[in-house]
């Protein structure tokens, strides 16, 4: 397998293996590393690299306060899992709205439903 080799996706996947405790740490920090995390993974056109990277921004975003931001990066990592069949990445932030989005002021101002439900879990 290409990237278990690759040492520019093991520091990928390193950065996005960082624990919960310090990607909130220190937010704005977290959110420079996973941008260029991002910018890391799709120049060598990784994709595991990119949805993971998504799944970051959403959640150093949501801690922010940055709802609609948040909202979007998880769109853009469910999409991105879909299209590598990880369904199981797809549940679990599907999982994770349902917990963050529960209390109705957390709720992007924007969020389309229609959106979410858009997103086939049987169509990768």
């Known amino acids: 397998f290409f990237y ?3 040492p ?3 520091e990928i996947d390193s950065i996005n293996n ?4 310090k990607k909130i740490e220190n937010l704005l920090e977290s959110e ?4 260029r995390n991002l910018a890391d993974s799709k120049t060598i056109n990784y994709d ?5 990277s998504y799944e970051n921004l959403a959640l150093v975003y949501y801690y922010q306060g940055e709802y609609e931001q948040s909202h979007k990066y998880n769109v853009l990592a469910i999409k991105s899992f879909q299209t590598q069949n990880k369904l199981n990445k ?3 932030i599907y999982g994770d709205l349902k917990a ?6 957390c709720l992007p101002k924007n969020l389309n439903l229609q959106e979410m439900q858009q997103i086939n879990l049987n169509n990768p």
């Open 4 to 6: 278990a080799q690759n």
């Open 8 to 10: 520019v996706a093991s």
């Open 18 to 21: 960082i624990p919960f405790n």
């Open 32 to 35: 420079k590393i996973y941008k």
């Open 48 to 52: 595991y690299g990119i949805a993971e």
């Open 90 to 92: 797809v549940a679990k």
């Open 100 to 105: 963050f989005l529960m209390p109705r002021e």
